[in-house]
């Protein structure tokens, strides 16, 4: 039987018909620091369910969590992809601590992003991202979520959609209280609340998405299951 996996969770996203969820376990990494794991079903996203522990509380980026029972299931280029089981189970070991989150995000970051950005050899990469926009806007029923950023040594990325949960959660919120329909920050309104920001970038088909947003410290969300 397959050893048990620590997963600090560093992704909750939302994808079509569910939902989607990744993080670094504990094994070392040479080019990404830890190892990427993306948690999924064999016959189609996750749910809520999958994601929910026996309390009712969502999984959140930050826990760490244990998954037993997870078989690997690659395909290139998501080769970070493992999949549950019948045998499967999760626990919450712990929430990482601020200073633990402060430190673990610069210190892991991808020594070489251009495999997920354009060779496509691998779905999943943690960067800090520089010169930093981000745009939230409602239109009828949908939610729309989009950051543009800078990465060093390649070329500027145009608008990218978030799909991270908490992100567009904040993003909602603001935007109730403010009581419009469309808001957008510049790289120094961002700086100046939020300090430095570290993106989860994932891939779906020929586009990037922005699987999880992290700031240091972190942003605070209330994410509505119905709502993502």
């Known amino acids: 039987m397959a050893q048990p ?3 600090l969770v560093l992704a909750v ?3 079509k018909k569910g939902v989607a969820l990744a993080g670094m376990s504990t094994e070392a ?11 999924v079903r064999a016959d189609g996203p996750l749910q809520l369910s999958d994601i929910t ?7 959140k980026p930050g826990d760490v969590v244990r998954w037993e029972g997870l078989e690997p299931h690659p395909q290139p280029p998501f080769v970070e992809q493992w999949a ?8 919450l070991l712990r929430h990482i601590t601020p200073e633990r989150y402060a430190k673990f995000l610069p210190d892991h970051l991808d020594q070489d992003p ?22 939230f806007e409602r239109e009828e029923k949908r939610f729309k979520s989009y950051i543009l950023f800078d990465l060093a040594g390649l070329e500027s ?3 990218t959609p978030v799909t991270d949960v908490a992100w567009r959660a904040f993003g909602q919120q603001w935007m109730q209280s403010e009581d419009v329909d469309e808001l957008a ?3 120094d309104d961002l700086q100046a609340r939020f300090g430095p920001i570290y993106l989860v970038i994932g891939i779906h088909g020929n586009s990037l998405l922005v699987r999880g947003v992290h700031t240091v410290p972190a942003y605070a969300a209330r994410i509505d299951p119905n709502r993502l």
């Not at 522990?53 to 999984?59: P, Q, R, T, Y």
């Not at 549950?84 to 999760?90: I, P, Q």
């Open 5 to 7: 996996i620590d997963l």
């Open 13 to 15: 996203s939302r994808v």
């Open 29 to 39: 990494h040479p080019v990404t620091g830890r190892v990427w794991l993306d948690i």
């Open 53 to 59: 522990f026996a309390d009712g509380s969502l999984i």
């Open 84 to 91: 549950l089981t019948a045998a499967s189970s999760k626990s």
């Open 114 to 135: 251009a495999a997920v950005f354009e060779r496509r050899e691998r779905s999943l990469c943690l960067i800090q991202a520089h010169e930093v926009h981000a745009m």
């Open 157 to 159: 990325v145009d608008e």
């Open 185 to 187: 920050f510049d790289p």
